[in-house]
């Protein structure tokens, strides 16, 4: 097992210098990635200006060999004659169903972007060397997919696509701006821009913290919700519960946050969410549907699709295959990533960053969750191989519709159509969270934009792409930012002051002679009788009086001084209470509906720069 490195932070990596995010699998270290401390500022890794050739060396690899020599003792690990074509097939497949349903999707609430994009006349275009993703041979199947039949034009279909996402959630500026930055690269670069809610994780809260000042002045988060109840399903199974609750939120978020801010977003959302929560009554699909209609006034030329979407049909079903069908081999591979992760990071909890999969006896986990409407929670997915059949189970409730799937163990196209036509609302079969980046980087898109945590674990990631998949992993993006309320800026002088409080305080307890020479301007018996003893040091071994003495002169001395560390005391309290405010008043976490939108907007670009 490798040792913990502290390894590079990831504004020490040059855009030129070898770091994960570059899609190799020879690099046995791990890229740190910190927000940036300071008011409006980015975390960009590689640069912005790198992006146009990330995108173009993922698309040159896919649309050439990027798998990697295969052992001569590892498995064939596609059924569809050679690894390339395979993948390639399934990416045309994906990408055609993809297209199609976000658009659908997006044209529920908001007008689409262009069908085919260009790059924006306002940036540098793409270099006519950059290609284009080439259709390849559709796969000859049991169920060919049916959205790949779908009107999608040839030509956009061709056209790279540049995907992000995260949780259906009011999150706070940091997140909104990858979001911004999506739009930018896809259009720098003329690709379909897309951007995935992760609506499978579960909904922990329906509520955002907002920073108050009390009667008594003091600082304190209040939390104003936007419904009741309702943690620990999914988002995309949390129907909305309070609408009454729902429909008055903008109105005391507004009233909450009016002594700091007169103008936040939130009235700019909330009208779509209104509209939303009564097309879907899903809480987390109406809190998506406003923020993104919101960046379509603003804008912002992207599609968007909840993942429960994204992988209906036959294109993830048949990516499941890929992994359930070797379910032994790929826990192998994805435990000793997960166990390699926590060693180098120095991690002790088996559950960080991701828990290990599980056997029990010839039942295999997989990185997999099902659920549906009558049966919510969560539950792990299992398989095993009897005889010529492959079964998938959550082992759990025997009674319902999740509770067994058989398919052909001999033919992975064939098991990855039964699969898909299995789905129903009592059976959705949704990946976990290293399976759904890998999907999308892999299948869905060409660039993948992630946050801090999603590119600190995504390497874990690319480990088990290298060496499950045999695939060179795709390069990445990480993009975050760091933006505070008007006004609300940090004191970095703060930490230093409470430091030298610390020290002087203790300096009267231990070194009370500089302070009753300060305070009097002439020395005390005390402090004559202190520089005495220290004058007078007896030798190694014979000190047990003078400590005794010494003790009992720092102890007078201090006793001398009880007034002055008392206001030491309180001037340490009263800063204390300073930078707790400040930690609430100044947060990078708040939601960005709190914040004034022309403020965030012109961060944005200003970042951007």
């Given at each position: 097992?490798?040792?913990?490195?502290?390894?590079?932070?990831?504004?020490?990596?040059?855009?030129?210098?070898?770091?994960?995010?570059?899609?190799?699998?020879?690099?046995?270290?791990?890229?740190?990635?910190?927000?940036?401390?300071?008011?409006?500022?980015?975390?960009?890794?590689?640069?912005?200006?790198?992006?146009?050739?990330?995108?173009?060396?993922?698309?040159?690899?896919?649309?050439?060999?990027?798998?990697?020599?295969?052992?001569?003792?590892?498995?064939?690990?596609?059924?569809?004659g050679s690894n390339s074509d395979f993948w390639d097939s399934l990416r045309d497949?994906?990408?055609?169903?993809?297209?199609?349903?976000?658009?659908?999707?997006?044209?529920?609430?908001?007008?689409?972007?262009?069908?085919?994009?260009?790059?924006?006349?306002?940036?540098?275009?793409?270099?006519?060397?950059?290609?284009?993703?080439?259709?390849?041979?559709?796969?000859?199947?049991?169920?060919?997919?049916?959205?790949?039949?779908?009107?999608?034009?040839?030509?956009?279909?061709?056209?790279p696509i540049v995907m992000a996402g995260h949780q259906p959630t009011l999150f706070?500026?940091?997140?909104?701006?990858?979001?911004?930055?999506?739009?930018?690269?896809?259009?720098?670069?003329?690709?379909?821009?897309?951007?995935?809610?992760?609506?499978?994780?579960?909904?922990?809260?329906?509520?955002?913290?907002?920073?108050?000042?009390?009667?008594?002045?003091?600082?304190?988060?209040?939390?104003?919700?936007?419904?009741?109840?309702?943690?620990?399903?999914?988002?995309?199974?949390?129907?909305?519960?309070?609408?009454?609750?729902?429909?008055?939120?903008?109105?005391?978020?507004?009233?909450?946050?009016?002594?700091?801010?007169?103008?936040?977003?939130?009235?700019?959302?909330?009208?779509?969410?209104?509209?939303?929560?009564?097309?879907?009554?899903?809480?987390?699909?109406?809190?998506?549907?406003?923020?993104?209609?919101?960046?379509?006034?603003?804008?912002?030329?992207?599609?968007?699709?909840?993942?429960?979407?994204?992988?209906?049909?036959?294109?993830?079903?048949?990516?499941?295959?890929?992994?359930?069908?070797?379910?032994?081999?790929?826990?192998?591979?994805?435990?000793?990533?997960?166990?390699?992760?926590?060693?180098?990071?120095?991690?002790?909890?088996?559950?960080?960053?991701?828990?290990?999969?599980?056997?029990?006896?010839?039942?295999?986990?997989?990185?997999?969750?099902?659920?549906?409407?009558?049966?919510?929670?969560?539950?792990?997915?299992?398989?095993?191989?009897?005889?010529?059949?492959?079964?998938?189970?959550?082992?759990?409730?025997?009674?319902?519709?999740?509770?067994?799937?058989?398919?052909?163990?001999?033919?992975?196209?064939?098991?990855?159509?039964?699969?898909?036509?299995?789905?129903?609302?009592?059976?959705?079969?949704?990946?976990?969270?290293?399976?759904?980046?890998?999907?999308?980087?892999?299948?869905?898109?060409?660039?993948?934009?992630?946050?801090?945590?999603?590119?600190?674990?995504?390497?874990?990631?690319?480990?088990?792409?290298?060496?499950?998949?045999?695939?060179?992993?795709?390069?990445?993006?990480?993009?975050?930012?760091?933006?505070?309320?008007?006004?609300?800026?940090?004191?970095?002088?703060?930490?230093?002051?409470?430091?030298?409080?610390?020290?002087?305080?203790?300096?009267?307890?231990?070194?009370?002679?500089?302070?009753?020479?300060?305070?009097?301007?002439?020395?005390?018996?005390?402090?004559?009788?202190?520089?005495?003893?220290?004058?007078?040091?007896?030798?190694?071994?014979?000190?047990?009086?003078?400590?005794?003495?010494?003790?009992?002169?720092?102890?007078?001395?201090?006793?001398?001084?009880?007034?002055?560390?008392?206001?030491?005391?309180?001037?340490?309290?009263?800063?204390?209470?300073?930078?707790?405010?400040?930690?609430?008043?100044?947060?990078?976490?708040?939601?960005?509906?709190?914040?004034?939108?022309?403020?965030?907007?012109?961060?944005?670009?200003?970042?951007?720069?």
């Open positions: 097992m490798p040792e913990k490195h502290a390894g590079p932070v990831a504004s020490e990596v040059g855009s030129s210098g070898v770091d994960p995010s570059e899609g190799g699998c020879e690099d046995e270290t791990y890229q740190e990635y910190r927000a940036r401390g300071e008011n409006k500022t980015a975390l960009i890794v590689p640069p912005l200006s790198d992006a146009e050739l990330l995108l173009k060396n993922n698309l040159s690899s896919s649309t050439s060999s990027s798998t990697l020599p295969r052992p001569s003792a590892a498995q064939d690990l596609s059924s569809n497949q994906a990408r055609s169903q993809l297209l199609s349903d976000s658009r659908r999707y997006t044209s529920a609430y908001r007008d689409l972007p262009p069908t085919s994009p260009t790059p924006d006349s306002q940036s540098t275009p793409a270099p006519p060397s950059t290609p284009a993703r080439q259709s390849s041979r559709p796969f000859q199947t049991t169920r060919p997919s049916d959205s790949a039949t779908a009107s999608t034009d040839v030509d956009s279909a061709c056209i706070h500026p940091g997140v909104w701006f990858k979001n911004y930055a999506l739009d930018r690269i896809a259009r720098d670069t003329g690709a379909h821009a897309i951007n995935l809610v992760i609506d499978n994780d579960v909904a922990a809260s329906r509520s955002i913290r907002v920073p108050v000042r009390d009667a008594l002045g003091r600082v304190r988060y209040q939390t104003v919700s936007y419904d009741v109840g309702g943690a620990g399903i999914p988002f995309e199974q949390a129907k909305i519960r309070d609408l009454r609750q729902f429909d008055r939120f903008d109105a005391e978020v507004r009233r909450t946050i009016a002594p700091l801010v007169s103008d936040p977003s939130i009235s700019r959302v909330w009208p779509h969410a209104r509209a939303a929560i009564r097309r879907c009554e899903i809480a987390g699909c109406a809190l998506a549907q406003a923020r993104h209609a919101l960046e379509g006034e603003l804008g912002w030329e992207t599609l968007e699709i909840p993942l429960g979407v994204a992988v209906r049909g036959w294109p993830f079903a048949r990516f499941v295959m890929e992994i359930a069908d070797q379910a032994e081999g790929f826990r192998q591979v994805y435990n000793d990533a997960a166990d390699h992760y926590r060693a180098w990071h120095g991690i002790r909890s088996n559950a960080h960053p991701v828990p290990n999969l599980a056997r029990d006896g010839d039942w295999f986990e997989l990185p997999l969750w099902v659920y549906g409407n009558d049966n919510p929670v969560r539950r792990p997915v299992w398989a095993r191989r009897i005889g010529n059949q492959l079964e998938l189970s959550d082992r759990e409730s025997s009674n319902s519709a999740a509770a067994l799937v058989r398919l052909p163990a001999d033919n992975r196209d064939a098991a990855a159509a039964v699969l898909a036509d299995a789905a129903s609302p009592e059976f959705k079969l949704r990946p976990r969270a290293l399976v759904t980046t890998m999907f999308a980087r892999l299948v869905l898109s060409d660039l993948f934009i992630h946050g801090i945590g999603g590119g600190k674990y995504d390497q874990l990631a690319d480990r088990i792409i290298c060496q499950f998949f045999q695939q060179r992993p795709p390069a990445f993006e990480v993009v975050s930012a760091t933006v505070r309320l008007p006004g609300q800026d940090r004191d970095p002088s703060l930490p230093l002051k409470a430091e030298k409080l610390h020290r002087q305080i203790r300096d009267t307890r231990y070194h009370g002679e500089k302070w009753l020479l300060t305070r009097s301007g002439e020395q005390s018996p005390l402090v004559q009788r202190k520089k005495t003893l220290l004058d007078n040091m007896p030798p190694k071994g014979q000190r047990s009086e003078w400590h005794h003495e010494m003790d009992s002169l720092n102890s007078a001395i201090a006793a001398e001084l009880e007034t002055e560390r008392q206001n030491l005391q309180a001037s340490l309290q009263r800063l204390r209470l300073k930078q707790t405010e400040e930690q609430i008043l100044a947060s990078r976490e708040l939601s960005f509906c709190l914040f004034p939108i022309e403020e965030l907007t012109s961060a944005f670009e200003q970042m951007l720069q």
